[in-house]
């Protein structure tokens, strides 16, 4: 197996690089007059001359992202169906609109492989310039926002980085008071602070890779919005240079930066028609469900079984999955073309996995808590795995190499945070190769999700000595290892 190789990063002026030249931009500059024009929310980028430069460096008062840090230059990535934008870190990223470019996040949100997401970003982009801001919501224990389009329709939430439960940046009162007073007990130890947005990403990518279908669509984004929760100090920044910029063109321009800089975090495409597991669960217990609907329920239940174990969720209770049950029309149908596509419609019960930002532990839980999966109390953790499953999942993640092929991925995607450690990283993936190790052989047993969960925790590290080839063998390159110390409070 490959050893994990940090890819060189691309140079703004290869040739592979092009710079988008958008019509539609939200700033407007005019050399000639000095004048700039900013639409509201707008993070903007004055090109400047070597005449009127100035020899500062532009960093943002919180301390939450560096900017005009000169990035490495080198070659594209290994990786050529990655596109050169997309394998840029976090702070080259920033550089690539400190280097002259004008605009927003436009150029930071680039998904190529990905038009229709790009898409929704761009509407998003659209509605904030219009003034429309994406709204905080209330619950949890982070800033998280409902992310609107111009008709004011939710089409996301956006969770950034600076505002996660660690994050020092955090708009929630409750969790600094918890943090102040009882330190000890704060966190998780067993996860990677501040790493929430990359863990709804990366839950997201693992979703697509096993078919599951059950995460709704998640990616890294850069937004800007008056709402989000920043320091006095870039607020304060953020006022003064646009009042210069207003009153004093000729000292306006050779500022970097025009307005609130940019925040990173992960956009999660919004569902519609869902309500929280718990609501659905105590309906059925009331109102059996018909068999082929129960089936389909089981079906669905079994896939968000994989998904939180693969990725280790500990944070998966009733309130952070939802159910989406479209009852059938009890109506007859009128021809045998209408039966036809009734047998065919959709299924009747989808699930939905939201909030997987506290997932991909570096451990297992051995301390105070345990974090156990919810839904292993629930009736349907009974059942064994189901033939559908088996078929599903079984041939691919029996298959080493296409578990060597997912940990490259979330390599790729991992490393882009700044405070990226490949030491840690390995250990987060040690912890996921067991849980897969384990997944594997209760399917080939047919055992139940509860059966699952109580078996030995296993950690499956890369051995130093073993094959650097791409064709990977589990006996020769990884060393499995029992993890045998348990939390003080513990329920398994």
């Known amino acids: 197996m490959a050893e994990y190789d940090p890819s060189e990063r691309t140079p703004l002026n290869s040739p592979g690089f092009q710079e988008r030249d958008d019509p539609e931009a939200s700033v407007h500059y ?158 998780r130890g067993c996860l990677v602070p501040n790493q929430g947005y990359l863990s709804e990403a990366a839950a997201s990518l693992v979703d697509q890779k096993l078919g599951l279908g059950i995460v709704p669509k998640t990616k890294e984004v850069f937004l800007v919005s008056e709402t989000f929760h920043y320091s006095a100090i870039d607020r304060a920044k953020s006022r003064g240079k646009k009042y210069a910029l207003e009153k004093v063109p000729q000292v306006g321009r050779r500022f970097h ?54 990725i280790r969720n500990t944070d998966r209770g009733s309130d952070n999955w939802l159910v989406k049950y479209d009852k059938p029309d ?59 499953t088996r078929d599903l999942v079984l041939s691919r993640i029996s298959d080493m190499n296409f578990v060597q092929d997912l940990s490259e991925d979330l390599y790729e995607m991992f490393k882009a945070d700044k405070g990226f450690d490949k030491a840690i990283f390995e250990k987060q993936m040690s912890v996921m190769r067991g849980q897969i190790l384990n997944l594997t052989q209760a399917l080939k047993d047919v055992k139940s999700p509860i059966q699952l969960v109580q078996m030995p925790r296993v950690v499956v590290e890369r051995s130093r000595s073993g094959s650097q080839g791409r064709i990977v063998n589990l006996g020769s390159v990884f060393t499995q290892t029992f993890h045998c110390k348990r939390p003080f409070f513990s329920s398994w």
């Not at 869902?274 to 068999?291: M, V």
Request: contains cysteine; glycine residues 8%.
């Open 330 to 388: 009890d109506t007859p149908k009128a021809s045998e073309k209408d039966t036809e596509w009734a047998v065919n419609k959709d299924p009747a019960i989808k699930i939905a996995a939201i909030d997987n930002g506290l997932a991909f532990p570096f451990k297992h839980p051995d301390e105070w808590r345990a974090y156990p999966f919810h839904w292993a109390s629930l009736p349907q953790a009974k059942a064994p795995f189901s033939q559908e």
């Open 257 to 310: 930066r025009v307005g609130l800089p940019p925040k990173v975090g992960s956009f999660q495409l919004f569902v519609e028609g869902y309500k929280e597991a718990d609501f659905w669960l105590r309906k059925f217990e009331t109102e059996p469900l018909p068999e082929n609907t129960r089936k389909q329920l089981q079906s669905q239940f079994e896939r968000l079984v994989v998904l939180d174990y693969v």
């Open 30 to 187: 005019d050399r000639t007059r000095h004048t700039i024009k900013v639409n509201p929310g707008g993070a903007v980028r004055v090109p400047v001359t070597g005449e009127n430069a100035l020899p500062e460096v532009d960093v943002e008062g919180s301390g939450e992202e560096e900017l005009l840090l000169a990035g490495p230059a080198g070659s594209s990535t290994k990786r050529a169906r990655r596109s050169k934008l997309s394998s840029l870190s976090l702070t080259d990223k920033e550089n690539l609109i400190t280097a002259g470019s004008i605009g927003g996040t436009g150029e930071l949100n680039s998904f190529p492989e990905d038009p229709e997401f790009s898409e929704i970003i761009q509407k998003a982009e659209q509605a904030i310039e219009s003034g429309l801001f994406p709204e905080r919501i209330s619950q949890g224990s982070s800033g998280s926002y409902f992310v609107k389009d111009s008709k004011g329709n939710i089409i996301g939430v956006f969770k950034p980085k600076s505002e996660e439960p660690y994050g020092h940046l955090n708009p929630k009162w409750t969790k600094y008071f918890h943090k102040t007073c009882c330190p000890c007990c704060f966190g």
